[in-house]
Structure formats: structure tokens, C-alpha cells
């Protein structure tokens, strides 16, 4: 009888991931009608499913309909899907070899990194001066700050590079300027958030516990890189690519469950295997990683889903309006106008510089991720998180729009001032 239970309940988990999909679907179609990138309305759909049911049609029939364990099913795959797409997305913080001059990519980096940072030390001052507890919660002042700041300075490199790609920018001055820039930042980005989640630690015995987690971690992540890099493992790659990309994807998703079980967030787990893949695209195991990612991303929807019914239906009442536009407007603030400056700082003309400040305000998935990391390790609170998600949907979406602005304004798309920047070694 058990055995027939779980099988029931595997299946009543298999069903409802499908309905997920096809929301997912839906959102991308609806996305795409409405000009945006797909992601946003994948997002979207995502976040609001579960709250709408629950607002339609009550908890409890939400329960009914996806009851205790089978939405623990459901967040287990999850949180499997978010370590195996982060192992890609890790993987790929890195520059090409025909990236822009470093000097112009450190100056929009600067802008598009520090500004957001300071407005993130004024939300988390703002949330501490109206005396909204429901926002701050009880994590250790440092770590709270920190992880705000993080959270406001984080431009989503996958949005970021597939609005370049739609829009044919991809190999223009602001495309290339914006998207290094983004990488450094995320790069960077991940080491605040590590800070952050160990500031996070209540005493002293979490702090060890956090500093073991991340010196497992960081072992696990050298063991499977200096792995990679063994005559057998590149022949496996070469041979094996599926059964490579298996082990992989379940080595990550140990190191990273492993790191959770002894009191860090899985996030960086995975964070930490994909930047220890050597990083050589031509290599043996650059398929197997390929497919990791692609796996991990099939599965996101799941993630947005249960973030939405953890964090949108727990935050939406405790959560204030001024919180949300104060977010909203710090957030716009803090990027535009700080990649704006970088870009100008680096000799770029003010049509390109507008162009990288609107750039830099994608934040998308990347975002998520971050705020999940927060929320999980107990530093972010829900109404916050919930502030902070509606943030990062609705400049990433304005990201499309105000670039038609700047287009109709000059009347053009490209023009001199979006000539492929130079590279290292010359111009492209």
C-alpha cells in the first residue's frame, strides 16, 4: 500500500509539473505577442498561479489540489532544476577572447555596480527608518544590508544576452559594454552573497558551520575541476557526453544539498561547481554542460511557481505599496543613471551610454535566484522579497520599451555611435 501511495503521489507530481509547463508555454507565447522577453512572461505565469488559485478558489482547495507532499515533490524538483541551470549560468560568468577593452568594461562596471549598491544601503535604511519589522525581520543588520545591496545591484546575463540577441545588438558598442560588464558584476555579485549568507549566521557556531559548508563546497567544486581536466574524464566527455552530463548534474546537486545540510543555501553550491568547470568552450565536456543547463532550465518554471505560492501569497498582505515603489524607483535609479555615468567615464558618447544604462537595468532570472538565496538563509523576509521580485520583473520589462524610446528619439537603432567596439587585440 505505501508503494502504491508513492506512486500515486509521484505521478499527482508528474501531472502537476506538466500543467506548470504548459503555463510556462503560455507566458512565453503571451511574452513574445507582447514584445518582451520570453523569461519575463514565463516568470510571470509562474509567480501568479499559485496566489491566483488560492485568491480563486481558496487554500484549502489548493491543498486539495496540490496537498503537502506532492508540493514537496514539487519543490524538490525545483530546487534540482535552479542547481542544474545556476551550474550553466556559473559556468558561463566568464569573458570571450574578442571581449572589449578592459578599461571601458571596468568604468561601465563601476557605474552599473557601485551606484546600485549605495541605493541598496538606502532601501535597506529606508526599511529600517519607517519601522516596517513585517520587511526587516530579525537577520543580523550587516547581512541584511548586504544582501539588499546585492539584490539591487544584480543584471541578469542570459536576459541581458538574449535582449541583445533579438534586438541584433549583440556585437554593437552598447551590447558588448553592457553584457561584460553584467558578467563581472554577477561574478562579483556571488562573492558579496556568500559574505552575505555567512554575515547571515546568528552566532558563533553558525558562523563555523557556514565557513565548513563553504570550505566543503569549495573542495567538492576543485575535485570535480581538476576531475574534468584527467585524461579519462575528457575521454568519457568525448565518448559518454549524456552519461557525463548525469554525473555531473547529480555531483552538483550533492555538493550543493550537502552545502544546504550544513547551514549554507544550495545556491551557492551550484554556484561554486559551475565556476569550477574549466572554461574552455572547445572542450570535451562543454556538451555535458551544455545539457545540464538546458535540464535546469526545463525545470524553472517549478521554481517560479513555488516561490510564488512561498513568497506571494505569504508577503502580499504584510508587504507595503511605498515599499514596492520605494524598490522600484532606487532600483530604476541606481542602474540607469550609474551605467549611464560608467559609460560616459569610459569615453563612450551619450547615445551609447544611454543605451548601456537601460541595458544594465535587466535583472530577470539572475535576480530570482539571488532573492531565493536570501529568503532561504533567513536574511530576506517574504514582504521584502516580494518588493524586491516586483522590482526585478518590472525593469527588466521596461528594458524593451525605453530602448524603442531612445530609437524614435534618434530615428534609428544603429547608427555611428553603435559601431562594434574595439577588442583587445584590435576591431571587429
Not at 563601476?110 to 535604511?125: D, M, R
Request: hydrophobic share 55%.
Amino acid at each position: 500500500m505505501d508503494a502504491l501511495n508513492l506512486l500515486l503521489r509521484f505521478a499527482h507530481a508528474v501531472a502537476a509539473l506538466a500543467v506548470v509547463l504548459l503555463l510556462a508555454a503560455l507566458g512565453r507565447e503571451l511574452a513574445r505577442r507582447l514584445r518582451q522577453p520570453e523569461v519575463i512572461g514565463e516568470i510571470t505565469m509562474g509567480l501568479l498561479a499559485g496566489p491566483l488559485v488560492i485568491v480563486a478558489l481558496g487554500r484549502s482547495t489548493f491543498d486539495l489540489l496540490l496537498p503537502g507532499p506532492v508540493f514537496d515533490l514539487i519543490k524538490l524538483a525545483a530546487e534540482a532544476g535552479l542547481v542544474l541551470f545556476l551550474v550553466g549560468l556559473a559556468h558561463k560568468l566568464r569573458l570571450g577572447p574578442n571581449r572589449p577593452p578592459q578599461r571601458a568594461t571596468a568604468w561601465v562596471a563601476f557605474g552599473s555596480l557601485v551606484p546600485p549598491l549605495l541605493t541598496g544601503l538606502l532601501l535597506s535604511g529606508w526599511v529600517l527608518v519607517s519601522g516596517d519589522s513585517a520587511a526587516r525581520g530579525s537577520a543580523p543588520l550587516p547581512a541584511f544590508v548586504l544582501m539588499i545591496a546585492v539584490s539591487m545591484s544584480i543584471t541578469a546575463v542570459p536576459v541581458l544576452a538574449r535582449i541583445l540577441a533579438d534586438r541584433g545588438m549583440s556585437e554593437s558598442t552598447a551590447g558588448r559594454l553592457a553584457l561584460a560588464a553584467a558578467v563581472v558584476i554577477d561574478a562579483l555579485g556571488w562573492l558579496l552573497l556568500t559574505v552575505a549568507v555567512s554575515l547571515g549566521a546568528k552566532d558563533f557556531a553558525d558562523s563555523l558551520a557556514s565557513v565548513r559548508a563553504l570550505l566543503t563546497g569549495v573542495l567538492c567544486a576543485l575535485v570535480i575541476r581538476y576531475g574534468l581536466r584527467t585524461r579519462f574524464a575528457r575521454s568519457v566527455c568525448e565518448r559518454l557526453p549524456r552519461t557525463v552530463a548525469v554525473v555531473l548534474g547529480a555531483a552538483a546537486i550533492a555538493v550543493a544539498l550537502t552545502m544546504e545540510h550544513m547551514g549554507m543555501t544550495a545556491i551557492l553550491g551550484a554556484a561554486l561547481v559551475g565556476l569550477a568547470i574549466p572554461g574552455d568552450e572547445k572542450a570535451p565536456w562543454a556538451r555535458a554542460v551544455a545539457t545540464v543547463s538546458r535540464a535546469g532550465r526545463a525545470l524553472a518554471p517549478a521554481f517560479f511557481v513555488v516561490t510564488g505560492v512561498t513568497v506571494l501569497a505569504e508577503g502580499f498582505a504584510a508587504t507595503s505599496w511605498l515599499l514596492i515603489v520605494v524598490a522600484l524607483v532606487l532600483g530604476t535609479l541606481g542602474k540607469t543613471v550609474g551605467g549611464y555615468l560608467g559609460a560616459r567615464w569610459a569615453g563612450q558618447p551619450r547615445g551609447t551610454a544611454r543605451r548601456i544604462g537601460v541595458l544594465m537595468n535587466t535583472r530577470g532570472l539572475t535576480e530570482l535566484i539571488v532573492l531565493q538565496a536570501g529568503l532561504s538563509s533567513g536574511i530576506l523576509t517574504a514582504p521584502l522579497v516580494l518588493a524586491l521580485v516586483v522590482m526585478a520583473l518590472a525593469t527588466t520589462a521596461m528594458t524593451g520599451p525605453l530602448l524603442n524610446l531612445l530609437d524614435r528619439r534618434t530615428g534609428r537603432s544603429t547608427g555611428p555611435e553603435e559601431i562594434p567596439v574595439a577588442t583587445e587585440s584590435g576591431t571587429r
